[in-house]
């Protein structure tokens, strides 16, 4: 037996890999890479729900200091951008990239309707749904819908974890999750799930079953091909080692080695602070704060700081007030970060929330999520946002 | 021709959670009409209640005051949190007494209906009373009247408070339950216009329930004017919308298409539908009288049908414990697969329930699901994490106590299955026989896999080994993934 597996595994090696491949994957495995110049999206979900007003902190509102009279970033604190506005006193990368002209904040953004369950409203940011529809694929998914409708590549979009996001799951295709990328590929490499794979003869067929073979065909195919391109130019820079850290050198050593990689997505969380807000956000803000400092320095030392944008977004924000217990509890509209070498808007891209008309004691929405998805897919991504959103939208302009 | 045995094992796997290992020679004997009556009778019984709620919860809970609606008005901040983390550990327990009852109860039928109707009348609550009453009503008319069960699952505090129906007053009212009731309960989207919604909703106003959980009705929220709905009018209440819903004809259609896809073929028979819903509605809607028509009708064994579903997670599971006897020192690890897979009993996506068939599959649970076999039979460790769930952790770390960890800082599945007590049910079948028998049980589309290949993956020491290994990496392929 031993003999057997061992043999399969050299007839297994990569030089005769295209030999055992079905036949649609092969014209997928010579495919030219994708040149420099690639457009990558980076999105970073923050999961739980994080508190805008402390992240991008009015530091001359009297509302917001009345609101908050533990919880508020003093103006001391904060890092000051303008008279107005300031940074939690974490984000010191962010500071620089705001001053270097690399940093967008968009504010009060999204959905009329508004749920405060973390999971529907995950949700409905995942989908670009409205609040009261229930749509079971993602915007990302649907994006791979369109950009790949018959070229069976599940590698345009990774998303950096165990487990997929609905974001990423289309109608027709599904992207790939991978946080250990080695793990990965000696799940897709194991024998027994290889020869089956091999064996199985009609991949194009309308059977369920010959869904879950194309599924493993290509799973065994692009775990091979991210990890192999992942080796090309691993990221020798310097990254913190906490699993965001991680996350973000892994994003980098694909980036440079062209994968055709289109967008990545990773989450950090959990930022649901109703108690104790202060050390959790600050813990996670390091971790972010660090962690994006130190992906931003390779792109630029490799340059391509222009080829990537970086998009952050959480399911919702926080209520004004802070709670009884040192948190604040689910509100609505929230900021988002944009970070990227080539963005057209810089800065403050909208005004402050007022905090002087809440709706119920939050943030009213301003602008709609589903326009800056619109603006990412047909600006950056060059995709038809029109199809993929299934609205017209209208689209911001700071790409 | 099909075999009867395939045939027997197809009914099994829609009508309950698949076939046991030691049943294995009357699969081939027995008829598909014995064994629809046997499964019949066996769950005609309405089953006992599971109540899991630690009396820590309940004396919490019915120490409340009415009319104080709100539980932070009553509780104190130490007790909510009490009875949001005895809430979760319950649930759990909830999940696993559940779990457990599909994997050994003889109500194969009733447990595998129940499971359906969790998903149709979808509910995130982390009460474990809302829940546990939610699940009870459930089970006890899963195989009755669906206008009765209908009428009860909306009286619930589960779904009650999930939908914001004690927000439905008089002069500011909230729609939501009054839309899901139409669009995912009963006649589906595109057969109801939003004047239907506005007015269902006010029928509804004051329709709640008290933190007890028991259903209520504020007379003084209640909007008693005149509503038009489906082009009738009248001073309609809760009660009246339910049923001129049930009378619509949509109903029975939206229910019966939506039972087909689920027990039938995911690609649903319009015809059969329509031949289906109308017998459905003719009978009152009586749920057990539809079972038995599809259960027993010829079209349910044609190939098109056999070996076409993906299973869910949930089945899968269950099916491995039901054909394996197994047992689990650590049976978090069962609600760690749960949610690894994409499917954590009582915490659905969202009101509309999990969507099924292909969605279960991305390559990540794919290869999960190739592995557990492997994993399960070797002490393995799950090294993949799960998301976060915020709305079960409410803020909190996520609980750190799992009991066993591996070398990579994954829980290992500590399953002890019982081999020797498995081959026993294939002591007369010859050695050479074996691999084709075990093939036969455990694959519903058997000749979608070429089993030569297994054989150079087979322990061929003993017969023990023998049997063990080919189970296993009959368990690990595609195929096993399909009922």
Redesign the interface.
């Given at each position: 037996m031993l003999i057997k597996r061992r043999k399969f595994i050299q007839v297994g090696s990569l030089a005769t890999a295209s030999l055992m491949m079905p036949r649609f994957l092969q014209a997928f495995e010579k495919q030219p890479m994708v040149p420099p110049g690639n457009r990558v999206l980076v999105v970073l979900q923050l999961s739980g729900g994080n508190d805008g007003l402390n992240t991008i902190v009015p530091i001359r509102n009297d509302i917001y200091y009345r609101a908050r009279p533990k919880l508020a970033i003093t103006k001391k604190d904060a890092l000051s951008l303008s008279d107005e506005v300031g940074l939690h006193p974490t984000l010191t990368a962010f500071k620089s990239l705001y001053d270097d002209g690399c940093l967008g904040i968009l504010n009060s953004v999204g959905y009329p309707n508004p749920d405060r369950s973390h999971f529907r409203s995950m949700d409905i940011w995942q989908s670009a749904s409205k609040s009261n529809e229930f749509i079971n694929s993602g915007w990302i998914g649907r994006y791979l819908d369109a950009q790949c409708a018959g070229c069976d590549k599940p590698t345009q979009a990774i998303e950096i974890d165990d487990v997929l996001s609905m974001a990423l799951k289309g109608n027709h295709s599904t992207a790939l999750a991978a946080k250990d990328l080695r793990r990965l590929y000696n799940t897709a490499n194991d024998p027994f799930f290889k020869q089956l794979s091999t064996n199985h003869s009609d991949q194009q067929g309308d059977h369920a079953i010959d869904y879950l073979y194309k599924t493993m065909a290509q799973t065994i195919s692009s775990a091979d091909y991210i990890y192999n391109q992942s080796r090309l130019h691993p990221s020798s820079a310097a990254y913190p080692l906490t699993n965001l850290g991680k996350s973000f050198q892994t994003m980098a050593s694909l980036i440079f080695s062209d994968i055709n990689t289109k967008v990545y997505y990773v989450s950090l969380g959990s930022f649901d602070t109703h108690v104790a807000q202060d050390g959790q956000q600050k813990r996670l803000f390091i971790e972010m704060n660090n962690a994006v400092d130190a992906f931003v320095k390779d792109l630029k030392f490799n340059n391509r700081f222009q080829d990537v944008l970086i998009m952050s977004f959480s399911e919702f924000g926080r209520r004004v007030a802070q709670n009884a217990s040192g948190g604040t509890d689910h509100g609505t509209a929230n900021n988002m970060f944009f970070i990227g070498g080539s963005l057209k808007q810089k800065g403050m891209l909208n005004e402050l929330p007022g905090l002087g008309n809440l709706e119920n004691g939050d943030i009213p929405h301003e602008v709609d999520f589903k326009d800056v998805y619109a603006t990412v897919l047909n600006k950056w991504l060059k995709a038809d946002d029109e199809h993929i959103l299934d609205r017209k939208s209208s689209l911001l302009h700071f790409i | 021709m099909i075999p009867n045995q395939l045939k027997n094992q197809h009914l099994l796997w829609r009508a309950g959670f698949g076939p046991r290992a030691k049943d294995f020679d009357k699969l081939s004997a027995n008829s598909q009409h014995s064994y629809a009556t046997s499964l019949f009778n066996a769950s005609a019984e309405i089953p006992p209640y599971l109540d899991v709620a630690a009396k820590e919860i309940k004396e919490l809970m019915m120490g409340v005051r009415e009319p104080g609606r709100k539980l932070k008005k009553v509780l104190s901040?130490q007790e909510k949190k009490q009875l949001r983390i005895a809430s979760k550990v319950a649930l759990h327990d909830l999940n696993l007494t559940w779990m457990k009852g599909m994997v050994n109860s003889e109500q194969q039928l009733r447990e595998k209906m129940s499971l359906f109707w969790h998903g149709h009348f979808a509910s995130?609550n982390i009460n474990i009373l809302y829940q546990q009453q939610l699940l009870g009503v459930i089970r006890n008319h899963a195989l009755g009247n669906f206008g009765q069960l209908l009428q009860e699952v909306s009286k619930t505090a589960a779904i009650l408070n999930f939908l914001n129906n004690n927000q439905n007053r008089k002069g500011h009212p909230n729609e939501n339950f009054a839309?899901e009731v139409m669009e995912l309960f009963t006649i589906g989207r595109g057969h109801y216009t939003e004047t239907d919604v506005k007015e269902a909703a006010r029928a509804f106003t004051g329709w709640g329930a008290s933190i007890k959980g028991e259903f209520i009705i504020r007379e003084n929220q209640h909007d008693d004017g005149n509503k038009s709905f489906f082009g009738k009018s009248g001073n309609f209440n809760g009660d009246d919308i339910l049923q001129i819903l049930l009378d619509q004809k949509q109903t029975a259609t939206y229910i019966t298409r939506k039972i087909y896809k689920y027990f039938v073929n995911?690609e649903a028979d319009e015809e059969l539908v329509k031949i289906l819903a109308e017998k459905f509605y003719n009978s009152g809607y009586n749920i057990s009288e539809l079972m038995k028509t599809i259960f027993t009708s010829d079209w349910f064994y044609e190939p098109r049908n056999i070996?076409?579903?993906?299973k869910s997670p949930i089945e899968l599971l269950v099916g491995i414990q039901r054909v394996l006897p197994i047992h689990f020192e650590n049976e978090e690890v069962l609600i760690l697969l749960q949610r690894?897979l994409?499917q954590l009993l009582f915490?659905p996506?969202?009101?509309?329930g999990w969507?099924g068939?292909?969605?279960w599959?991305?390559?990540?649970?794919?290869?999960l699901r190739?592995?557990i076999p492997g994993m399960l039979g070797a002490n393995g460790e799950l090294?993949?994490?799960?998301?976060?769930?915020?709305?079960q952790?409410?803020?909190m770390e996520e609980n750190k106590k799992m009991k066993a960890f591996g070398k990579g800082g994954g829980q290992l599945l500590k399953a002890a299955i019982n081999w020797s007590k498995y081959q026993d049910n294939f002591s007369k079948i010859p050695r050479e026989k074996l691999t084709a028998t075990l093939s036969s049980l455990l694959l519903q589309?058997p000749k979608?896999?070429?089993t030569e290949?297994l054989n150079?993956?087979s322990?061929?020491s003993d017969r023990e080994n023998f049997v063990r290994t080919t189970t296993i990496?009959l368990m690990?392929?595609?195929?096993y993934?399909?009922c």
């Open positions: - | 901040v995130r839309r995911e070996g076409s579903k993906i690894l994409g915490y996506p969202n009101v509309a969507p068939g292909r969605s599959i991305d390559s990540s649970s794919l290869m190739l592995k090294t993949t994490k799960p998301k976060d769930d915020d709305d952790m409410m803020g589309i979608s896999l070429n290949l150079g993956y322990d061929l990496r690990s392929t595609p195929e993934q399909m």
